[in-house]
C-alpha cells in the first residue's frame, strides 16, 4: 500500500520540466509491432504504464531495453498474437497493440479489457473501424479475435472522436491495400505524435490533427528513432498547483499551443499566465481565484484528464463554478474525497456545481484513478494540517517522480510503502 503523506499550505516556486507524454508513448511502443527491426523511443517517461505496455510487448516477443529515457523495441520475432486477461486488465491501453498486430500478422486475439473506474469504455468503434478495412470480427469467452485474409483501405466515420479508436485504425491502416480516410477522427496531439512517428517509419499519412486522416498504405517499414511530446496533462497538473497553493510556477520542456484550453481556464479565473517557446508560467494574484464553468470536450476542448484537477482548484474560488464532464460517464469519483476536505460539491448526472470555500482541511482521502488522485494531491498541498492519500498506485501510472518534483517547488510531501 503506497499512500502521501502531505502538509499543506506552502506556495509553490521555482522551475519544474515536464516528462514525456505518457499517452504519446503508449500506442508509439505498440506501433512498433507493425515491423520487424529495432526502434529507439526517447522522452520516455518512468510510469507503471509504460512498464505494463514493454511487459505486453516482451511477452509478444519482443525484444524490449530500456537505457535512462530510451527505449529500444526489436519486434523482430513476434511469438504470440495474444493478449491475455491479466496484462489487459492491469491497463486497457494495452488494447493498441490490435491495430499493428492486425496491420502486421492479419490476426490478433485480447482478453475484453471492460470498463473501468471512469467509465464503461467500450471498443465498438475500434472493431468497426478494422471491420470496415475488411476484418472479421469474434467476441466470445471474454476474448476478442480479429483476423483477415487481406486488409482493405476504406471511409471511416467514427460517431466519437475516440482517441483509442483512431489510433487503432492508424495503425492498421498503414500497411493496408490502398486508402483509407478517417472522418470524425480524433484531434489531440498524441494522434499528431502517432502519425509523425509512423511517417517516420515510412508510413504515408496526412491529416493528423485535423477530423479528416488520410492512409495510403505501404509495404515496408524502416527502423527509426523518436523522441514523444511532453506530457501536456502532467505540465497542466503542475500549473495548477502554482495556481491552488498561491504559488509561482514555470513548467518547462512544454509544447503551450498543447495546453491552450487549460491555460485559456486559468486566465478567466485571474492568474497571471505567460508562455514562452517551450515554457509556460502561471502565478497567482493576491486575490482568491474566480469562479469558472468548464466543460470537458475531445480536443481542442477543454480535456477530462485535467477536470479533476481544475475541480479541485474551483473548489477555493470566489463564487460558483459549474463542470459539465461529456467524455465519461463516471467521471466524479474525486467529489466525495473532495467533500471530506470541505469542499462545497452538488452533482447532477454529468454536472457538478462547486461553491468556492475560503479554505480546505487536511484528510485521509482515497484515490480512485489516476487523475482523481493527482486532483486529491492538489487540495492537499492548498488544504490546511495534514492529508493522508491512500491509493498512490493509481498514481504512479501517469506522474513521474511526482514527489520529487513537489518538493523542488517548496511542497511537503512524503511516500510512505507499508
Ligand atoms: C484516451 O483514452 C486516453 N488514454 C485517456 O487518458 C483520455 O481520457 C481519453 O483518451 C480522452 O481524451 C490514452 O491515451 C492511453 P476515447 P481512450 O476512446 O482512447 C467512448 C488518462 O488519464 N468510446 O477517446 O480510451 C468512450 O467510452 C487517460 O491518462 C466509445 O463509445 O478514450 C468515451 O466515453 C484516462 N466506443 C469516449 O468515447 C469506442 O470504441 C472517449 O474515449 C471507444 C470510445
Redesign the pocket.
Known amino acids: 500500500m503506497v499512500r502521501f503523506f502531505i502538509t499543506g499550505g506552502n506556495p509553490l516556486r521555482g522551475t519544474v520540466r515536464a516528462s514525456g507524454s505518457?499517452?504519446a508513448t503508449?500506442?508509439i511502443l505498440a506501433a512498433c509491432l507493425l515491423q520487424g527491426a529495432p526502434n529507439v523511443i526517447q522522452q520516455v517517461p518512468a510510469l507503471k504504464?509504460v512498464t505494463t505496455m514493454c511487459d505486453v510487448l516482451e511477452y509478444l516477443g519482443a525484444r524490449v531495453n530500456r537505457e535512462g529515457d530510451s527505449i529500444r523495441v526489436d519486434a523482430t520475432h513476434i511469438q504470440s498474437l495474444e493478449v491475455g486477461e491479466d496484462l489487459m486488465r492491469r491497463m486497457?491501453?494495452s488494447n493498441?497493440v490490435l491495430g499493428p498486430l492486425l496491420g502486421r500478422f492479419r490476426r490478433v486475439r485480447i482478453s475484453h479489457p471492460g470498463g473501468c473506474n471512469?467509465?464503461?469504455?467500450?471498443?465498438?468503434?475500434?472493431?468497426?473501424g478494422l471491420k470496415a478495412l475488411g476484418a472479421r470480427i469474434e467476441e466470445k469467452f471474454g476474448y476478442i479475435t480479429v483476423e483477415a485474409g487481406k486488409l482493405e483501405g476504406a471511409e471511416i466515420h467514427l460517431?466519437?472522436?475516440?482517441?483509442?479508436?483512431?489510433?487503432n485504425i492508424m495503425m492498421a491502416a498503414v500497411l493496408a491495400r490502398g486508402t483509407t480516410i478517417i472522418r470524425n477522427a480524433?484531434k489531440?496531439p498524441?494522434i499528431v505524435d502517432l502519425q509523425n512517428f509512423l511517417n517516420r517509419m515510412g508510413a504515408r499519412i496526412k491529416g493528423a490533427g485535423t477530423d479528416v486522416i488520410r492512409i495510403e498504405g505501404v509495404k515496408h517499414l524502416n527502423s527509426v528513432e523518436h523522441a514523444v511530446i511532453p506530457d501536456r496533462?502532467e505540465a497542466g497538473t503542475y500549473l495548477v498547483a502554482a495556481a491552488i497553493t498561491g504559488g509561482d510556477v514555470t513548467v518547462t520542456n512544454v509544447i503551450p499551443e498543447h495546453l491552450e484550453p487549460v491555460l485559456a481556464k486559468l486566465k478567466e479565473m485571474g492568474f497571471l499566465v505567460e508562455t514562452g517557446d517551450e515554457h509556460v508560467r502561471v502565478a497567482a494574484q493576491d486575490r482568491r481565484p474566480r469562479a469558472v464553468d468548464i466543460k470537458t470536450l475531445?480536443?481542442p476542448g477543454f480535456?477530462?484528464?485535467m477536470q479533476p484537477q481544475m475541480m479541485a482548484l474551483a473548489c477555493l474560488a470566489e463564487g460558483t463554478s459549474v463542470i459539465t464532464e461529456t467524455?465519461?460517464?463516471n467521471r466524479f469519483k474525486h467529489v466525495s474525497e473532495l467533500r471530506r476536505m470541505g469542499a462545497d460539491i452538488k452533482v447532477e448526472g454529468q454536472i457538478a456545481i462547486i461553491k468556492g470555500v475560503e479554505r480546505l482541511t487536511g484528510a485521509p482521502v482515497m484515490a480512485t484513478?489516476?487523475?482523481a488522485g493527482a486532483a486529491l494531491v492538489l487540495a492537499a498541498l492548498a488544504a490546511e494540517n495534514g492529508t493522508v492519500v491512500e491509493g498512490v498506485e493509481h498514481i504512479d501510472?501517469?506522474y513521474e517522480k511526482m514527489e520529487q518534483k513537489y518538493t523542488a517547488l517548496g511542497a511537503r510531501i512524503m511516500r510512505i510503502s507499508t
Not at 471512469?118 to 468497426?128: A, T
Not at 460517431?159 to 489510433?167: H, I, K, L, R
Open positions: 505518457k499517452n503508449l500506442p504504464d486497457r491501453a493498441l471512469i467509465g464503461s469504455r467500450p471498443m465498438n468503434l475500434h472493431l468497426k460517431d466519437v472522436p475516440s482517441v483509442g479508436a483512431t489510433e480524433a489531440e498524441e496533462i475531445p480536443h480535456p477530462t484528464d467524455v465519461f460517464e484513478d489516476l487523475r501510472r501517469g
